[in-house]
């Protein structure tokens, strides 16, 4: 059984910035890739950002491109949302999750593991 437990989330104000993490209790990690996805309240699940199994490819949601950095290190089981700029609109419960496929994958349905989520608000 894999656990994924996520950190870092908190209170910041607009522009400033937050790096989430989620380690990983199983032996699976390195070889699937990881993905972090948001829930606003009153709102649908989205995806956020995915990296493949080795790191060498990512995938980020338009409304965060060239905001948020993915990264991952697979000695420490560990994937990092580095997350700057952050806006009001980006206040949500955040999750990681662990996928079926080696690549970066943004559908959710591809996504086996999940964590609880760790809450991210930005005031305005």
């Known amino acids: 059984q894999v656990q994924l437990v996520e950190s870092g989330g908190g209170l910041v104000q607009t522009g400033g910035s937050l790096r989430l993490s989620c380690a990983s209790s199983g032996r699976i990690f390195s070889g699937y890739s990881m993905g972090w996805f948001r829930q606003a309240p009153g709102k649908e699940r989205e995806f956020v950002a995915a990296?493949?199994?080795?790191?060498?490819?990512?995938q980020y949601a338009d409304s965060v491109e060239d905001r948020f950095t993915i990264s991952r290190d697979n000695a420490k089981n560990t994937v990092y949302l580095q997350m700057n700029s952050l806006k009001p609109e980006d206040t949500a419960l955040y999750y990681c999750?662990?996928?079926?496929?080696?690549?970066?994958?943004?559908?959710?349905?591809?996504?086996?593991?999940w964590g609880q989520g760790t809450q991210v608000t930005v005031s305005s």
């Open positions: 999750a662990l996928s079926r496929r080696p690549i970066a994958t943004t559908m959710s349905h591809d996504y086996v593991y």
């Open positions: 990296i493949r199994y080795n790191g060498f490819n990512t």
